[in-house]
């Protein structure tokens, strides 16, 4: 039999299932069973990707309330393109903007208290990378993220993007710090 010529049996599934053929669809489905229950046990138990609630945006309205958070808290500017650094109350929503090829305001929070971190793309799909926390965030145009975070650790991280975002996709970082 070749692939060219058709088998002359062309009921193939009426075939009886031979024994290693039914071993390879047991372990094949038992592992699709394991990935299954680690999509939600990670979840649980990684602690590194958030579960992101997810919403219709514009960026003009998006735009409008990440302005009004910025001219309420900003506290000092930073980097010689003089980006605002917001500090809002525990508990507060925050905006975060990524663009080509930024991430706008620089956010700053406090350890062990809670905030509603809401992201958007102005332009096209970006990648949200906190690093070295490795939390990753896709984040899409049209589409505002929102999430509860709580940071536990203090310093200054490193806000990446991990998408392929374009010619200057490589210079598309941002600042976050914990205080
Ligand atoms: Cu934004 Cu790569």
Known sequence: M???LPPAERLWWKHPLDRVE????????????VMF???VGWHIYGKQNLSTETYKT???MFSAKTQAMVDKYTVRTETDEKIPVVHPPEGSDVYLIGRLWSWWPILELEKDKTYKLHMTSM?????????PTNINIQVVPGYE?????????????SIVCNEFCGINH?????RLYVK
Do not use: R
Not at 123 to 131: A, E, R, V
Not at 146 to 155: E, L, R
Not at 170 to 174: C, E, L, Q, S
């Open 58 to 60: 514009t960026p003009e």
């Open 2 to 4: 070749s692939a060219i």
């Open 22 to 33: 039914g071993l390879w669809i047991a372990i094949a489905f038992a592992w699709c069973m």
């Open 145 to 157: 993220h929102v999430m509860k975070i709580t940071p536990n650790q203090s310093g200054q991280f």
């Open 123 to 131: 332009d096209y799909n970006h990648g949200f990378s906190l690093q």
């Open 170 to 174: 490589h210079t598309m970082v941002g």
């Open 37 to 39: 229950f680690m999509m």
